[in-house]
Nanobody, 123 residues
Framework: HLVESGGGLVQSGGSLKLSCAAS????????EGWFRQAPGKEREGVSF????????YYADSVKGRFTISRDQAKNTVYLQMNNLKPEDTAVYYC??????????????????WGQGAQVTVSS
């Protein structure tokens, strides 16, 4: 399973780094990524990384502020979040799926999910 860590409370303009560690399997599927879900809203894709060539993808709302990376030796994917804004407040989930062969921002395409990490940004 996937386990997120690193969430918390931060002031607007601050930074947090989320980690997603895989347990019981090697995190080397084609695509790994992060989603978030704010209260009353649908789960939205935030950022993804392709393991074949390291290509990264970001939602427009986080481009230039968030960075996704992975450490194969640690079996972990990270999301560095800088210049956080109150609208970034949400539960953040890491996700992957062994069947995917392309980057998808659709949560329905992923079967493996972490338990979620709360990120709260105060104004």
């Amino acid at each position: 399973h996937l386990v997120e860590s690193g969430g918390g409370l931060v002031q607007s303009g601050g930074s947090l780094k989320l980690s997603c560690a895989a347990s019981g399997f090697t995190l080397d599927y084609y695509v790994e990524g992060w989603f978030r879900q704010a209260p009353g809203k649908e789960r939205e894709g935030v950022s993804f990384i392709m393991n074949s060539d390291g290509s990264t993808y970001y939602a427009d709302s986080v481009k230039g502020r968030f960075t996704i990376s992975r450490d194969q030796a640690k079996n972990t994917v990270y999301l560095q979040m800088n210049n956080l804004k109150p609208e970034d407040t949400a539960v953040y989930y890491c996700a992957t799926d062994p069947r995917l062969r392309y980057v998808s921002f659709d949560a329905d395409d992923y079967d493996y999910w972490g338990q979620g990490a709360q990120v709260t940004v105060s104004s």
